[in-house]
């Protein structure tokens, strides 16, 4: 049996970009930008691409000899594992650590960062300077957040993890003394003060666990907290539901960095507001 992505192709000369992952049957990226290329009068498709780990190499081999391909965004788990397959990194990818959008270019394939993206749409308008945030994991996700969070001066980053030895890289991303770095079984000690908490981590998701109780918990104690969890999928978290001033939901998040990753695959700038079908808040 052939790989997922080199199955027969009827629309041969269309050009087309993907979302790669494993699994990937859950995305709602190409609801998002088949949506905008509709709108937008835009000759193309948008597909959802399952890659497994093992397919990672022949997948980018076979990719960059079509002349249709236009990129992919890249989700859980080949963030990180794609970097070895590029060519270059913009500088936000490279300070990150992790790649989620790929484009072809002349010199080779190109790697992008645009959860900093997502992350600024989420938090648009709500005032960060100077403000204590908290975050769950310390993943490519988290370090997206802490590199926005950074740029808007904010007084502290509390970030929660499993295992604060392995987190400590995030430490410079940020000015000296900003990022602090502690046990999920602290969540009541890290979220004091905190004006937003964020929840960047898969906890939640389906699929997956459920956030930790003691989060849980902590937030239910700080009810004037601003919550935004990135994930998505369901639209509302356990997280979400436990209280906070103000909900964000991850569909904020995927919006805001698809519209980025849709200038780099289609040369034109979509309008986030116009989407049907779409839930952008819990």
């Not at 992505?5 to 990226?29: M, N, W």
């Not at 989420?122 to 370090?143: F, K």
């Not at 969540?187 to 981590?201: M, Q, R, T």
């Amino acid at each position: 049996m052939l790989p997922r992505f080199l199955t027969r192709r009827t629309d041969l000369g269309l050009p087309y970009a993907e979302v790669i992952g494993d699994p990937i049957v859950h995305s709602k990226s190409p609801l998002i930008h088949n949506q905008w290329l509709a709108r937008l009068g835009i000759e193309g498709e948008y597909r959802a691409t399952q890659v497994r780990a093992d397919e990672l190499s022949g997948y980018f081999e076979k990719r960059r000899h079509d002349p249709d391909w236009r990129g992919c965004n890249v989700t859980i788990p080949h963030k990180e594992a794609s970097l070895k397959h590029l060519s270059a990194l913009e500088p936000t990818a490279n300070a990150v650590g992790a790649v989620n959008c790929i484009v072809p270019r002349a010199e080779g394939l190109f790697g992008y960062n645009s959860d900093v993206d997502g992350v600024a749409a989420a938090l648009s308008g709500i005032v960060l300077d100077q403000a204590t945030v908290a975050i769950v994991g310390g993943g490519g996700a988290a370090r997206a957040a802490v590199i926005y969070l950074a740029q808007q001066q904010v007084s502290a980053i509390n970030v929660l993890v499993r295992d604060p030895d392995r987190a400590q890289k995030l430490k410079v991303l940020a000015a000296a003394g900003v990022v602090n770095i502690g046990a999920i079984n602290e969540a009541s000690k890290f979220l004091e003060g905190a004006k937003v908490v964020i929840n960047a981590s898969p906890l939640g998701m389906s699929g997956c666990p459920e956030m930790s109780p003691k989060v849980i918990v902590a937030v239910k104690d700080h009810p004037a907290a601003v919550l935004f969890d990135m994930v998505y999928d369901p639209v509302t978290t356990t997280f979400l539901s436990a209280g906070g001033s103000q909900r964000i939901g991850g569909m904020s998040m995927l919006v805001g960095q698809a519209a980025r990753a849709f200038e780099l695959f289609f040369g034109a700038s979509p309008r986030i507001a116009e989407l049907d079908g779409v839930a952008l808040s819990a």
